[in-house]
């Protein structure tokens, strides 16, 4: 079973700063994908990014990038110029490759504010 | 198409009674997801389906709740004799074979008073 630890339940940070959201997991898989999720105060979670675990080069879109690091199981978010528009949960979660059954498993999540 | 619709958004009921959600992928979607967020907690996977095909059930979904997606469009959950321990929010989530992407509807809050 595949697990996902979240073990910030929150940040802050001031609009325009950057910040980084951690996560760790534990699989004994060798190829799945990682992804974080926002879900913004309406309650309706979006994806952000995702990484595929075969693919060395960490995923970046816009202002949002990862540090991904395979053998740490590690799999950071970094926000940069954060906007008052990122204030929202952000989850962690995990996804096997194998298999018909794309669930995703998800940590506890981060509360992030970002301060005027 | 707009997006995973849900429906109620929110929900109350007493004790010992029985609810119905209802949730409607984005039209071309195959898969449909099923799962459950208490407050503070990530989202917990509690069902799968693949068309009309009920494909998996986590240990979470106990005997009182029951799922359905008749013809593989529109999907619905439902919980029977509810106790206070069911009050949290159902996610319902869509996505096409091959596409790593998961599109989540913005749920229904269940309260059991």
């Known amino acids: 079973a595949q697990t996902v630890t979240q073990s910030q339940p929150e940040m802050s940070v001031q609009e325009a700063e950057t910040v980084t959201l951690s996560c760790t997991y534990d699989?004994?898989?060798?190829?799945?994908?990682l992804f974080w999720y926002k879900q913004p105060p309406s309650r309706q979670m979006i994806l952000v990014i995702r990484?595929?675990?075969?693919?060395?080069q960490n995923a970046t879109e816009n202002r949002f990038s990862v540090n991904f690091q395979k053998a740490a199981k590690s799999f950071s978010l970094k926000i940069s110029d954060s906007q008052l528009g990122d204030t929202a949960m952000y989850f962690c979660a995990f996804m096997r490759v194998t298999g018909a059954n794309s669930k995703l498993t998800f940590g506890k999540g981060i509360t992030l504010s970002v301060r005027p | 198409d707009t997006g995973v619709s849900q429906n109620p958004r929110h929900k109350i009921t007493k004790r010992g009674q029985n609810v119905t959600f209802r949730c409607d992928p984005i039209s071309e979607h195959n898969r449909l997801y099923w799962y459950r967020q208490t407050l503070g907690q990530g989202p917990e996977f509690l069902t799968y389906f693949q068309n009309e095909a009920q494909l998996e059930k986590s240990r979470l979904l106990s005997d009182r709740f029951s799922a359905e997606r008749p013809k593989g469009s529109f999907s619905t959950l439902e919980i029977q004799r509810t106790e206070q321990g069911d009050s949290a929010m159902y996610l319902c989530a869509s996505s096409l074979t091959g596409v790593t992407e998961a599109f989540f509807g913005q749920g229904t809050r269940l309260t059991v008073v």
């Open positions: 699989t004994s898989e060798s190829n799945y994908y």
């Open positions: 990484q595929e675990a075969y693919k060395q």
